[in-house]
């Protein structure tokens, strides 16, 4: 019986090793059009220093032309951070809509949901357009829906100075799980509120499916946070945690090669090659600013 178990137990470790065969790439874009947030430079180099903390490579660009179907298919995820306007031309859009069709995940922070506003699939796979939002001040936003990375380390109330967004329609109509509210009595808002935007009030919410694919297409996952405004934020350890669990959380969906071996989209490098230029993981959990950067 001896061999026979010593075998089954060979099997699963060599399916173990391959699903984990690939290191998840993310890109960060941070383009914007219109107003621009001083605080891109210190939300990229944040990211990247704690890229160890999620197993993560990061690579960063504003260049539009990125947005072609060769590039895009070595990421297993992009981030869209702090856009605005109109970021991408005709062609760019039709890249990142293939990429979103071959199950390709996507993360959008803050004014992400400002940029690319008359487009469709763009609107969907974020969840919802900003509408605006109150003067930056203190706020307390709250811990709501199921358990997940993204609020794992963020306390029930957690009060921080950032905008607090409005938004032009309620992202739970397409299928958003929203995670993070805004209470509302702790802030002054002087409008005007034009649009529903449901209730509990909506900041940072997932999508399992992001609801930016075709009806053909093979949906990865969605995470959208709207805070982020101050390079104060990107410093701050709760935040962090909480951006890096959504990246992290939308990088295992299973459509990509980090946790696929037959995804069509993501990183072709496999995982130990990573590892071995430096970027493994310590295990630690917490990540922590300001360490190493691990990135380019
Ligand atoms: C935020 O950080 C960037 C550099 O990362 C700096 O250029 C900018 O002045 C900072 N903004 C404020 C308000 O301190
Ligand atoms: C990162 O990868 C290492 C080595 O494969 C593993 O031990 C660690 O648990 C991973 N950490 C995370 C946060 O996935
Ligand atoms: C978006 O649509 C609005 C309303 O049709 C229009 O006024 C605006 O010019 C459009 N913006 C872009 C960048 O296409
Ligand atoms: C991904 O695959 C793993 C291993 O089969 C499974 O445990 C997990 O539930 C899957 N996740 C999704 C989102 O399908
Ligand atoms: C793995 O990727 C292939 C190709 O994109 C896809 O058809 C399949 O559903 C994926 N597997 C899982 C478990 O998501």
Redesign the pocket.
Known sequence: MLPLYGYLFLSFAVFTAQAQHFAPRVLIYSATAAFRH??I??AI?ALKANSASINVTFDDTEDRTDFNDINLANYDGVVFLSNTGEVLDESGKTALQNYLNNGGNFIGIHSASDSLRNTTFFVRQIGARFDYHADLQEATVNVIGPTHPSTSEVPEAWTLRDEMYNFDADPRDLGSVVILSADESSYTDNGPRRYDQGSPHPLAWYQERGAGVDASGIAGRSFYTSLGH??ETWQDATFLSHVLGGISWALQSNTTRAFNSSGLVGNPEPREEVISSGTASTGNANPTPGSTSTGL
């Open positions: 001083d605080s430079p210190t180099a101050l390079n």
